[in-house]
């Protein structure tokens, strides 16, 4: 079995301030790992995950997360937020067959000008 | 390639009332998905299909029948609606097999804002 925790409801930052997002998971299995960003009144769409091989993974509108195995994490950062990355934003793990997507319960960020 | 599609984008049901969601996916994707979202609980899983013709449970089915109509389209359907139901319907689709760089990621369509009075 598979579940996700994402720490924290609501994150709010100042603009160009960090972003940190926090996500934990637990898998009896090599997870896969996805981070999902949601705009108002929109679907999902994919941020990056991470598979197999680098542990720090690159995304798209500079977010980058790290899978660290030891502490069973995939945290999501950002150096400088911007307004636009106001939106809401979810952990996903699956296991290697990848027929199903755990998702955590989201986290709405908040960037203050 | 216009990816997922769901309609109806909103809808509002009396109770008892019965309605089809409908999806399609455009890029020849093997699974698709159902999910509903609700605030504070993420998304959630009531049936998936791993391939045209199968059809399987996740983790909230009550209340909730689907169809694989044939690879491109998945509807879900509420034979009797109820208040609880209210919510956000996601569909998406994934492309199982090969060494594509979204491989197990998923596509998610727009949603359908369903209210159930």
């Known amino acids: 079995a598979q579940s996700v925790t994402q720490l924290g409801s609501h994150v709010s930052v100042s603009e160009g301030a960090l972003v940190l997002l926090r996500c934990n998971y637990s898998?009896?299995?090599?997870?896969?790992l996805f981070w999902y960003v949601q705009y108002p009144n929109q679907g999902l769409q994919l941020l990056l995950k991470?598979?197999?091989?680098?542990?720090l993974v690159k995304g798209i509108n500079g977010f980058e997360a790290e899978f660290k195995k030891s502490e069973t994490s995939f945290h999501l950062t950002k150096p400088s937020a911007h307004m636009s990355d106001a939106a809401e934003y979810f952990c996903?793990?699956?296991?290697?067959?990848?027929?199903?997507?755990?998702f955590g319960e989201g986290t709405q960020l908040t960037v203050n000008p | 390639n216009a990816g997922v599609t769901q309609t109806p984008k909103f809808q509002v049901l009396k109770t008892g009332q019965s309605m089809t969601l409908q999806c399609a996916q455009d890029?020849?994707?093997?699974?698709m998905y159902w999910y509903r979202q609700d605030p504070g609980m993420g998304l959630r899983l009531i049936y998936y299909?791993?391939?045209?013709?199968?059809?399987d449970k996740g983790e909230v089915p009550n209340g909730y029948n689907v169809s694989r109509l044939n690879k491109r389209e998945f509807s879900l359907r509420l034979e009797s609606a109820a208040p609880s139901q209210t919510s956000v319907y996601f569909c998406?689709?994934?492309?199982?097999?090969?060494?594509?760089?979204?491989?197990?990621?998923?596509?998610f369509g727009p949603g359908t804002r369903l209210t159930v009075l």
């Open positions: 998406a689709s994934r492309d199982l097999a090969g060494w594509a760089s979204s491989y197990n990621e998923q596509f």
């Open positions: 898998s009896s299995v090599p997870p896969y």
């Open positions: 991470y598979t197999t091989g680098a542990t």
């Open positions: 996903a793990v699956s296991g290697p067959s990848g027929s199903r997507l755990t």
């Open positions: 890029m020849n994707h093997n699974s």
């Open positions: 299909s791993a391939s045209e013709g199968t059809t």
